[in-house]
């Protein structure tokens, strides 16, 4: 196996040349400072897996057998800037010259049966801290000053040649050490393309359970991650497969609904997957950047579907509301993973919504309709367009097509309306202060009540101007304040 640089492919020596040109002299400067102290130091992990798949490299991780008290006193004087927030788990990082860093000590962790927290122990050998390592694609370095490669585990050859995911030892030592790492295992087969192994994955189907004792903050990280990577698809049927969904995300293998000869219809949870996929088609087609909260809405628009699913006369199957069902379920899924309140929001709000323009039909919906939908939709239009058209799965060329060419149309209508009315912008043609001064009353409930009358006419009617809708309000007002006895005169009077 590869022990040195010279001893790696001319392209992968050219891999590691890139990495070491994107961090300059950096590198070997605190090499040299580190050697000078009687220490070791080394690049590791993933940037120099990405560096020799050929991905670009944001992040600069290095390890040493220096503590971090050492660790400090070594870039003293040198570093930019030196931060001590991982200090507890044996990290120091640090900036130097537009270089962001990350400085850890030989260290082996695990998790007490009961524990959400690793138990960090320094260890004093670069071998036994690759060992402790993740998958053996990640437990290769490059020693510093020296740039020697170090590839104790063959993870240059899993990496490039088998195109694998084998754990330095036995994986069931590396997934007590931290079960997160099952969850890394179905993350890096999305992300990068690697199979697990037999043993990788037996041992990950055998320790699921285990994910519980991890933080949800962790476990949404690394969700995050396998969504946002190129074939989240392929990180989810694993996470089905080995089980590790029944913990992370139990809604998405109850989409696995029997199917019989009495009862056909689409499997839920193939279908999900498959606008998953289409999702980020058409993310790539109008030119988005990967979209948590797009392809989330996508993997759970239909989980409320189990819990609404019921059998008809003549074999047939119905999921009344379940698109409201879905939406609360996803909030509440999502918030026990600590998503953000905003993630939760929107990724609710799509759900709520992707059934809406299936009663578009053949373009019958009024104005009025259509700019309800967009108002509906709010700041997640461009989104529920995508999943909208990503929700259409059917064989059927011809059903597809008139699918198609509906939301082409509901599209152009909005496009024309947002121009002529600036729909993102949609308000009463009178504003709160208006509404007092037409009908004569202060600050109340009475206000947010016509200003929502007017609201629902300037979305039937699109703008109707001051004196229209003043006459409409007074109309109004006549009826309602009369109906509650109001006098029209100013609250405290």
């Known amino acids: 196996m590869p022990t040195a640089a010279g001893e790696l492919t001319d392209q992968q020596r050219a891999a590691i040349a890139e990495l070491f040109g994107s961090i300059g002299s950096v590198a070997e400067e605190l090499g040299e400072r580190f050697a000078a102290g009687g220490h070791e130091l080394a690049l590791v992990g993933g940037p120099v897996r ?122 069931e030592d ?25 043993e990788v994955r037996e041992a990950a189907a055998a320790m699921a359970d285990r994910l519980t004792i991890v933080s949800a903050e962790r476990v949404r990280d690394e969700l995050t991650k396998l969504m946002l990577s190129s074939a989240p698809r392929t990180g989810v049927e694993l996470m089905v497969d080995l089980g590790l969904a029944a913990h992370v995300l139990p809604e998405i293998p109850r989409m696995r609904l029997e199917i019989d000869e009495h009862h056909r219809h689409k499997d839920v949870y193939d279908h999900s997957l498959t606008v998953l996929d289409q999702a980020i088609e058409l993310e790539g087609k109008r030119g988005m950047e990967p979209d948590l909260v797009l392809r989330l809405a996508a993997l759970l628009h239909d989980i409320g579907k189990p819990k609404t699913r019921a059998f008809e006369a003549g074999g047939r199957v119905t999921f009344h509301h379940h698109e409201v069902v879905g939406a609360s379920m996803s909030k509440n899924r999502l918030s026990a993973l600590r998503f953000s309140k905003d993630v939760v929001a929107d990724v609710g709000k799509l759900v709520a919504l992707h059934l809406r323009f299936h009663g578009y039909g053949k373009g019958e919906w009024t104005d009025s309709a259509v700019r309800r939908y967009a108002r509906d939709a709010g700041d997640q239009l461009q989104r529920l367009h995508v999943l909208t058209r990503a929700d259409c799965t059917t064989r059927n060329r011809r059903k597809a097509a008139a699918l198609a060419r509906a939301y082409d149309d509901i599209e152009r209508r909005i496009e024309r309306l947002a121009e002529e009315e600036e729909l993102d912008k949609v308000r009463p043609d009178l504003d709160g202060n208006e509404i007092q001064q037409i009908l004569d009353i202060g600050p109340g409930p009475m206000i947010g009540k016509a200003w929502r009358f007017l609201l629902e006419l300037r979305l039937e009617n699109g703008p109707m101007g001051k004196d229209a809708a003043a006459a409409e309000l007074r109309a109004w007002a006549e009826r309602h304040l009369g109906e509650s006895g109001g006098s029209g005169t100013q609250e405290g009077e």
């Open 50 to 171: 990405d560096a020799l798949l050929g991905r670009a490299v944001h992040d600069f991780d290095l390890t040493t057998d220096a503590v971090p008290q050492t660790i400090l006193s070594l870039v003293e004087g040198w570093a930019d800037a030196v931060w001590t927030v991982g200090i507890d788990f044996g990290t120091v990082g640090l900036r130097k010259g537009g270089l962001q860093l990350e400085i850890t000590t030989y260290r082996s962790e695990s998790y007490q049966p009961k524990s959400r927290k690793p138990e960090v122990n320094y260890g004093d050998s670069l071998h036994d801290d690759l060992l402790r390592r993740d998958f053996t694609v990640n437990a290769m370095a490059v020693r510093l000053p020296e740039r020697e490669f170090v590839d104790p585990f063959g993870g240059l050859a899993d990496l490039v040649l088998a195109g694998r995911l084998r754990t330095p030892g036995k994986p």
């Open 174 to 198: 590396s997934f007590s050490d931290d079960p997160l790492r099952i969850m890394r295992a179905v993350r890096f087969a999305a992300q990068l393309g690697l199979t697990p192994a037999a």
